[in-house]
T-cell receptor
Framework: QQQVKQSPQSLIVQKGGISIINCAYENTAFDYFPWYQQFPGKGPALLIA?????SEKKEGRFTISFNKSAKQFSLHIMDSQPGDSATYFC?????????????FGSGTQLTVLP | DVKVTQSSRYLVKRTGEKVFLECVQDMDHENMFWYRQDPGLGLRLIYF???????EKGDIPEGYSVSREKKERFSLILESASTNQTSMYLC????????????FGPGTRLLVL
């Protein structure tokens, strides 16, 4: 059972455009939602994260929007640049406990055209 | 600077071989994880460990085992490699109680012929 569903699988955006990646989760116990960015040949790296007590978090050109009632969250990349071309994963976890696990979405391959 | 290293970037093995993938972290993290990454499937958890000599099955443990004899080292073992285990394998570590999240190694791309 896939607990975090991510869409689209791939996305092509022109330089300067807005990239939007959506995720939906099922487990209401999740209380921490990170996004990871992965470049070819590298492991994923934390990009930005949010907790469900806020509806939006912004860091530079990257914004997470969170809708707790709909159990959905999304990543917005403003003024997308070719250097943003990468695979993006949303994830969710329950932050209590000694052995937290991350449940990942299936990933979105973003291509930003110059 | 935090670091998670994996022993090999690329491996080619034959069906039936025993395969060892090694992961080392230098951050004194309690929790370590092994994932496999396949196109369209994201990252799927194979095994994790929350302390030395402790291990827990993840979502897809079949065909794999793990070993954690020292805090900094977490090994993934394919007892008898099969072609459907061809994949990218990622190791990660996480500090218990941290507000941060997992740090990943660069991955090992395994091809089983």
């Amino acid at each position: 059972q896939q607990q975090v569903k991510q869409s689209p699988q791939s996305l092509i955006v022109q330089k300067g455009g807005i990239s939007i990646i959506n995720c939906a989760y099922e487990n209401t116990a999740f209380d921490y939602f990170p996004w990871y960015q992965q470049f070819p040949g590298k492991g994923p790296a934390l990009l930005i994260a949010i907790r469900p007590d806020v509806s939006e978090k912004k860091e530079g050109r990257f914004t997470i929007s969170f809708n707790k009632s709909a159990k959905q969250f999304s990543l917005h990349i403003m003024d997308s640049q070719p250097g943003d071309s990468a695979t993006y994963f949303c994830a969710a976890t329950i932050s209590s406990g000694s052995a937290r696990q991350l449940t990942f979405g299936s990933g979105t391959q973003l291509t930003v055209l110059p | 600077d935090v670091k998670v290293t994996q022993s090999s970037r690329y491996l080619v093995k034959r069906t039936g071989e025993k395969v060892f993938l090694e992961c080392v972290q230098d951050m004194d993290h309690e929790n370590m994880f092994w994932y496999r990454q396949d196109p369209g499937l994201g990252l799927r958890l194979i095994y994790f460990s929350y302390d030395v000599k402790m291990k827990e099955k993840g979502d897809i443990p079949e065909g794999y085992s793990v070993s954690r004899e020292k805090k900094e080292r977490f090994s993934l073992i394919l007892e008898s490699a099969s072609t459907n285990q061809t994949s990218m394998y990622l190791c990660a570590s996480w500090h218990r109680g941290s507000q941060e999240t997992q740090y990943f190694g660069p991955g090992t791309r395994l091809l089983v012929l």
